[in-house]
């Protein structure tokens, strides 16, 4: 799942967390802490589904879809990466979409997710910024980050370019073709660890 959530100190009534352009991408583990810490939620809900993954693949590598709560709290922690809670999950994974003026935001942020497994940016999109924020967002991580993947609706850029109609789509255009160029191409040698 992408974007797990805890409910806070009193039970949440609904799994789902909002909703973003008719979709849900937000969604709780557990509607009552009770009477367990956030922590003990987030592992016990993290091994249950590293424990059924592993029971059918050995193989492949293992993570959580997070927000970066360091982004919106200041000083917060990264719960799911947490020592107590992402013991079994293989690499760091979190979604950034930097706003206009605060790419240093957004860079102190991502070093809270610095914790010692690799490090991707599993989801970003100027959509709060324009390319040449995000540009420089991505070209000043790149000192901290194993990789990045871009958000994507699911349609190739030719599909975007026969679409003449839409400013979605020459957007998503616009981003794909600077993904495509770019981003994939900051990734030459690894970070050093």
């Known amino acids: 799942m992408n974007e797990p959530v805890l409910p806070g100190k009193k039970k949440a009534t609904d799994w789902l967390a909002g909703e973003f352009g008719g979709k849900h991408f937000v969604q709780r583990i557990a509607l009552d802490l009770t ?3 956030r922590q ?8 249950k589904l590293v424990a059924a993954i592993r029971r059918q693949d050995q193989r492949h590598m293992i993570t959580v879809g ?8 200041p000083g917060a922690k990264p719960l799911f990466y947490s020592p107590e809670v992402g013991e079994n ?7 950034f979409y930097p706003k206009t003026g605060e790419v240093d935001k957004a860079l102190k942020a991502l070093a809270v997710y610095d914790v ?7 989801e970003m999109f100027p959509l709060k ?3 040449p924020e995000l540009d420089q967002f991505v070209t000043k ?19 975007y370019r026969a679409d003449k109609s839409s400013l979605k789509s020459a957007l998503m255009l616009q981003w794909l073709d600077y993904f495509r160029t770019n981003a994939s ?8 660890q």
């Open 35 to 37: 009477e367990r810490t």
């Open 40 to 47: 003990q939620v987030a592992k016990a809900w993290v091994d």
């Open 66 to 73: 997070v927000i970066p709560w360091a982004l919106t709290f």
């Open 89 to 95: 999950l293989d690499f760091v994974s979190v979604h």
């Open 116 to 122: 010692g497994k690799p490090l991707v940016i599993e």
């Open 129 to 131: 910024c324009g390319l």
């Open 141 to 159: 991580s790149a000192k901290t980050t194993d990789g990045w993947i871009g958000f994507y609706w699911g349609r190739t850029l030719e599909e």
């Open 185 to 192: 191409a900051r990734r030459q040698s690894p970070r050093k």
